[in-house]
């Protein structure tokens, strides 16, 4: 999975996911990033954020929101952001992070010769 997104964006998504739900017991604490053809879709704390990115390999994973959260905040905000999952560890800059779960997306197939 590798996409550019806007900072600004993936922040107020990320901050929208934080939020507790009324009913539950706690927050969750991972948050799962999907990523398409038509953009990026964010999910946790039954609350589903779609961000518009440029994608150029679709797929799926699972990592720490907080994690994620901290480490965009020391990005500037002027630039995109490249994020690319392999190997088991989310990449941004120089920087990685580990993966819980990854996923291929049948999606991928559009793009082989």
Known sequence: MKFSVD??????ALRLLAR???GT?????DVQITAT???VVFQSNQTTAF???QVAVAGACVVSREILAKLLATYPKDQPITLEVSEGKLRMG????PVRNQFLSRENTKYKD
């Open 94 to 97: 120089r920087m990685r992070i």
């Open 20 to 22: 507790k739900q009324p």
């Open 7 to 12: 900072p600004k964006e993936l922040t107020k």
């Open 51 to 53: 961000v518009t990115a």
């Open 25 to 29: 017991p706690r927050r969750d604490v």
């Open 37 to 39: 053809t038509d953009g």
